[in-house]
């Protein structure tokens, strides 16, 4: 999209996210990072909300991790729920290169298995950033739901599918979970919110605090 380069071609080369980038790539890991104009939203929400817990569901290789806690407040924590320990650990390698690698704990697995744990153990997050396998979309926003202090923050990644949310011919269950994903997000009396068709499609939802 020309709109979409020529707002990314406004801001200079970020060296952290560079390197980050790089890492992946290095990797073989796939490509898949936050757009870059949706990376300065997610530090900007963070830190327009105050946030001191954070929760991330999908770490790859750091990326989203770095503009997540480049927005926490002063002793604010990232929590990162990534299923390969391997990637995981080039993640917290990019973080620390970032020097924010003291503020992220990461949990390996299902992010299913640990977001039951953190429920189990009582933590409240004041932001969400759901960027898993679609699939689990729908679970991990009611978790969220769940585990949101009031006011939280509820973020979902590429709710557009790269076309495949809004093409009647798919119905497979990963489309199916990111448009009752979508639905929720508009519709749970919980929530207030607004879907950003940009890039791949973002969803900004808050946790109404009665
Ligand atoms: N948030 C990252 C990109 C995440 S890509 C960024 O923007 O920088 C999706 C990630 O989710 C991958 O690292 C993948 O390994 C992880 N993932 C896939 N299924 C998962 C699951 N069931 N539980 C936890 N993580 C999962
Ligand atoms: C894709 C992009 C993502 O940001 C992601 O989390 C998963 C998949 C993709 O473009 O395929
Ligand atoms: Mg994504």
Known sequence: MIDEQYVDSL???????????????AQGMPDISVADGYGRLLTMLVRMNGAKEAL???????????????G???GGRLTSLELKAEYADLAKLH???????????????DARESL??????????????????????????????????PGAVIIGDNVLLRGRTTNLDKAGPAVQAVRAFNQQIADDPRLMSTVLPGYDGLAIAIVKSS
């Open 56 to 70: 991330e569901v999908g770490a790859l290789g750091g990326y989203s991790g770095i503009c997540l806690a480049r």
């Open 11 to 25: 801001y200079g080369e970020d060296a952290d996210l560079m390197r980050a980038k790089q890492g992946i790539a």
């Open 95 to 109: 973080m620390t290169a970032a020097g924010l690698g003291e503020k992220v704990d990461y949990m390996i697995g």
């Open 116 to 149: 039951a744990r953190l429920k189990e153990a009582g933590r409240r997050f004041d932001f969400f950033f759901i960027d898993a396998d679609k699939e689990g979309y729908p679970i991990y926003l009611n978790y969220a739901i769940a585990l949101a202090n």
């Open 72 to 74: 926490l407040a002063e």
